[in-house]
């Protein structure tokens, strides 16, 4: 299929002014609150709608709810203006409760675009130093962006479910660059460098940012960019930087909360995941005219991983549509 042509995205989150507007498009009222933890994915799926949810073989299923039994899911509470509402999603006319059509562990609904959203193969495909570079093929693209040592490789591996295809993006001379993997030959997963690494020196830094903003801007067919952030820590100034960067420059975006399996209290300041992950969000909050989707991870527990790749599905086929 052709897609070349095919227009971007449209965002759905466009960066506001702090102007008295801010009060119209953020209320602060409280609405119907939802806990992210009961939800979509923890049911039975709908079968008419999602028919092709990631499958799991028996003993993988089993291993990962062993896993998961001894995780605690945060529980974040969800207002409905912070749900993420995906494009041509009318809330009247669903079916069944907008609480049920919420990813777990995510303030994202799932509109009736969501589906293939398996990975059957993944292939690494070639690395590039500018945009221009980049396959031209016009397939739709999610590029993987994140402060170095985020998780982003692991996050990589586990939704390819390939433990080292990562690895190909951090052999020398490949972390300076945009790595492209194709999934299911039909879309890409893009591996950006990692910002935010103290020991590279400055002069690389700064041309890194410029080659990775050039290539959010230039690159027609980047259907989203999904940004780690690690959810152990207390937000770093980098990542708000790069969140408020993407948001008034209109990029779509998703952000993925790393780590989320990371419960000890010494290390991240007495602070639990769900905290930080709060704290983030109110932070960016006066960038963003309605919540950017957000989602909660772990390469450990593979927590989101299903979600991300339906996630993925729905905003990918609302692109190759429209
Ligand atoms: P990258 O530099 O962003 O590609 O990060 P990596 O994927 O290489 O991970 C950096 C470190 O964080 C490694 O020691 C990983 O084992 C660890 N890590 C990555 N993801 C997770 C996770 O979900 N939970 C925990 N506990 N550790 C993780």
């Not at 809330?91 to 293939?116: C, E, F, M, Q, W």
């Not at 990975?119 to 693209?141: H, N, R």
């Not at 993925?256 to 990371?262: A, G, I, N």
Request: charged fraction near 25%; proline fraction near 7%.
């Amino acid at each position: 299929m052709i897609v070349s042509n095919l227009p971007r995205l449209q965002s759905h989150w466009l960066p506001i002014v702090t102007s008295p507007l801010t009060q119209f498009f953020i209320s602060k009222t409280p609405k119907k609150q939802f806990f992210i933890n009961s939800t979509l994915l923890s049911k039975p799926l709908s079968t008419t709608l999602f028919t092709k949810t990631p499958e799991k073989n028996s003993s993988t299923l089993q291993e990962s709810r062993n896993q998961e039994k001894f995780v605690e899911t945060p529980q974040i509470e969800l207002s409905l203006e912070k749900l993420f509402l995906p494009p041509d999603t009318d809330v009247s006319s669903l079916t069944t409760p907008l609480s049920s059509r919420v990813l777990k562990g995510s303030n994202i609904v799932l509109s009736k675009y969501a589906s293939d959203a398996q990975v059957d193969c993944a292939e690494f495909i070639k690395s590039s130093v500018k945009t221009e570079e980049c396959p031209t093929d016009g397939l739709p693209e999610f590029a993987l962006v994140g402060r170095s040592n985020v998780g982003k490789s692991s996050l990589l591996n586990s939704l390819v479910r390939r433990k080292r295809l990562a690895l190909t993006s951090k052999k020398p001379g490949k972390t300076q660059c945009i790595n492209h993997f194709k999934i299911n030959n039909n879309w890409y997963l893009v591996d950006l460098p990692g910002y935010g690494y103290a020991a590279a020196p400055q002069e690389l830094r700064t041309d890194w940012d410029k080659f990775t903003k050039d290539y959010f801007l230039n690159r027609p067919n980047l259907v989203s960019v999904f940004l780690l952030i690690d959810a152990s820590i207390p937000a770093k100034t980098i990542d708000l930087e790069y969140a408020s960067w993407l948001g008034w420059n209109q990029i779509p975006m998703t952000l993925v909360f790393t780590k989320c399996d990371k419960r000890k209290k010494k290390k991240n300041g007495g602070r639990r995941p769900e905290e930080n992950i709060q704290n983030f969000q109110e932070l960016i909050r006066e960038f963003f005219q309605t919540a950017p989707p957000w989602i909660l991870t772990s390469s450990i527990t593979n927590q989101g991983r299903d979600e991300i790749l339906l996630h993925m599905s729905q905003l990918r086929n609302y692109w190759l549509k429209h």
